[in-house]
């Protein structure tokens, strides 16, 4: 069954301080893996997609890094504005363009 | 328009009663998703058209949860008799296709909070 994992489920952090977000995943083949940012009361807002083990895409703090079995998102030098949830999800090779979430990790960033 | 848009924001339902969720998607946008999500808990997908034909509805939990878009622009999920589990966020997303969504993925709404008493 494919399956997606989160770790932690909630990330306290002072502002300044670096850390990763941990997102593994079992799936029959990977099309693509996705990080979402979701702000509370909000959809789901996208800021990356990886498609191949060893790939890594930056977006200002944040890089996302993948291999065969897990991504992570590095948070560095957080600032009270990247507060929120991440969702990791993927699209599996065969499906519909469906996306499989994970649970998501709160992050609370704090001045 | 300049996002998906959701419609009503909240909905509050007595148990029993039939609810009805829109979603106007991005204009242009072919690919349009149903997801579900439970307080705490990451989306659950639902449904997925693409254009007026729904691919997939595997993820609808029972015959009581329906979705149609019969024009291939807005998308109506209606679920009937509705139970206290059925309480979730509804979200509809868009997208321009297959390959578009690997690059950007699906922009979200923001969702209708439905609460069932």
């Known amino acids: 069954e494919d399956q997606v994992t989160q770790s932690p489920e909630a990330l306290r952090l002072q502002e300044g301080e670096s850390s990763s977000l941990n997102c593994s995943y079992t799936v029959s083949g990977l099309r693509g893996l996705f990080w979402y940012r979701q702000d509370p009361g909000k959809g789901p807002e996208f800021l990356f997609t990886?498609?191949?083990a060893g790939e890594e895409k930056e977006k200002e703090r944040l890089k996302a890094t993948l291999t065969k079995k897990e991504s992570f998102l590095h948070i560095t030098a957080p600032k009270p504005e990247d507060s929120a949830t991440y969702l990791c999800?993927?699209?599996?090779?065969?499906?519909?363009?469906?996306?499989?979430f994970g649970t998501g990790t709160l992050l609370a960033v704090q001045p | 328009g300049a996002g998906v848009s959701q419609s009503p924001r909240y909905k509050v339902a007595k148990r029993g009663q039939d609810v009805a969720l829109r979603c106007d998607p991005i204009?242009?946008?072919?690919?349009l998703f149903w997801y579900q999500q439970a307080l705490g808990q990451g989306p659950e997908f639902l449904t997925y058209?693409?254009?007026?034909?729904?691919?997939?509805k595997s993820g609808l939990p029972s015959d009581r949860f329906f979705a149609e878009r019969p024009e291939g622009s807005v998308s109506t999920l209606k679920i009937q008799r509705t139970q206290q589990e059925d309480s979730a966020v509804y979200l509809c997303?868009?997208?321009?296709?297959?390959?578009?969504?690997?690059?950007?993925?699906?922009?979200f709404g923001s969702g209708t909070r439905l609460t069932v008493v």
């Open positions: 204009s242009g946008h072919v690919s």
């Open positions: 990886l498609y191949s």
């Open positions: 058209f693409q254009n007026e034909a729904q691919l997939d």
């Open positions: 997303a868009s997208s321009l296709g297959g390959g578009e969504i690997r690059r950007r993925g699906y922009t």
């Open positions: 999800a993927v699209q599996v090779s065969g499906a519909t363009n469906k996306l499989i």
